[in-house]
């Protein structure tokens, strides 16, 4: 069938094309995050205005990624993918020189709609294309992407608003997000497996209605939502405890905590790979077990046990998120080409939708962690 099989040339031109993929999606999305108090002093806008730049995206991302990963049954894969990166590198450019807060969160409405087109098709094209062997350690290079891009866009963000501006800052992240995008549109193979067909809204709803009677897919999901809600929710509260005393650390500081994001890149190939080999199942709870641990050590007033209980955290969050993706990639009876783009849209939209809710409780206590 010509699948794409680990080792193989192609095989690596698409991983790390997806890998950039994801990087240019996750750093676009957050690189506004550590720029919110910023926001709030230059626009004069109140703390909870000021993280609506970061809540109008990924609302839009979590609406769009449903309607575009429909499309891309008749657009094609590749397609949308390149497309929605292109034009969410230019509105990032374009969000630098916003005059007013206003016009900010006009730009960043419109790229949460462009960049839902990656993460809505990714899983559907790695479900077409990769070998299912290898399909594990594809899916956790994938993750892995996304995890380096959270990180990169709120630290290079953060650190170039202190030395320049938030909008040399924010023109930075869209410049380096158009070369890679233009990469990303050279290196990816093109669909072989992928045939077109016309949208169809009725059979999409049909689709993720039985999607929702699965009681297997139904677990998938739900642990999808809770590991993108936990995740988020620790991030979002464990700064506010750093800031505070006994601790007293600086903002800059806690900004480069996002570094063990970098956990999470490996685990999510590592782990990723690993189920292929022990199954999904074990290591999808090696994953869960190792979040719980990590989180119960945040709970030590000791800083370092903070520190290495958060890198824990996020090695088993990342780890177990490309697990359950893989999976679901995996579990459909129904051909796979068929199924496979709404069920990555819905378990995406399930994740992003959960993870504004927790952010939605973290402005309550003070904004977006």
Known sequence: MNYLVEGTPAFRRAIWALFAGGFVTFSILYDVQPLIPVFSQEFNVSPAMGSLALSVSTAALAVSMLILGSLSESWGRKPVMVVSLLLSSLLAMATAWSPD??????????????????????????????????????????????????????????????????????????????????????????????????PDVGQLTRSLGRHLKDPALLRLFAVSFILMGSFVTMFNYIGFQLLAPPYNLSQTVVGWIFVVYLTGTVSAAWMGKGADRRGRRNVLWFGLILMLVGAALTLSPLLWCKVIGLAMFTFGFFGSHSVASGWVGKKPKQPRRKLLPSISSFITWARVCRARLADGFGSIWGGSG
């Open 101 to 198: 807060f206003s016009s900010l969160l006009l730009f960043r409405l419109f790229q949460g709609v462009v960049l839902a087109g990656l993460p809505a098709v990714a899983m559907a094209y790695l479900g077409e294309e990769i070998d299912p062997g290898s399909l594990g350690v594809a899916m956790g290079l994938y993750i892995s992407g996304n995890s380096i891009g959270g990180l990169a866009g709120r630290v290079l963000t953060g650190s170039l608003t202190d030395f320049f501006s938030w909008r040399l800052a924010m023109a930075v992240i869209g410049g380096i997000s158009l070369f890679l995008s233009f990469w990303f549109w050279w290196k990816l193979p093109s669909s072989t497996h992928f045939q077109a067909r016309r």
